[in-house]
């Protein structure tokens, strides 16, 4: 017999991590974002940390719609985190990233 009950989607939680060759940094241009808002960004997030991984300085902790400014690295290294509860859904993220030659201004743009 066929269940009745409603189904949810279980959190999730996702990782990458972006490289660049030694020398460079990473920069990320985000395309698309719109990841459930709440104030605190408790329920869906995306965290950027400044190294391979989450150890690493945090950069920052996003949700919400429009795009972060463009995100340049410190080092050779960002680890994009992403955690999703089971519940309201958005479109997500999309975003290039590229390798770019060490800068005076790092990090966020402006």
């Known amino acids: 017999m066929p269940s009745t009950g409603t189904t949810t989607t ?7 991590v972006i490289s660049a060759e030694k020398g460079y940094g ?11 808002e709440e104030a605190d960004c408790g329920y869906d997030y995306m965290e950027l940390f400044d190294g391979a991984d989450i150890k690493a300085p945090r950069l920052g902790r996003y949700c919400g719609s429009g795009p972060p400014e463009e ?5 050779d290294a960002i680890v994009i985190k992403f ?7 958005k479109k997500g993220f999309h975003l290039r990233y590229t390798s770019t030659k060490f800068q005076d201004t790092l990090h966020t743009s402006k």
Request: charged content about 25%; glycine content about 4%; overall charge negative.
């Open 10 to 16: 279980p959190a999730r939680d996702c990782q990458w």
């Open 71 to 75: 995100i340049y690295s410190a080092g």
């Open 26 to 36: 990473v920069e990320l241009i985000f395309q698309t974002f719109e990841i459930e």
């Open 83 to 89: 955690h999703s509860d089971d519940t309201i859904s």
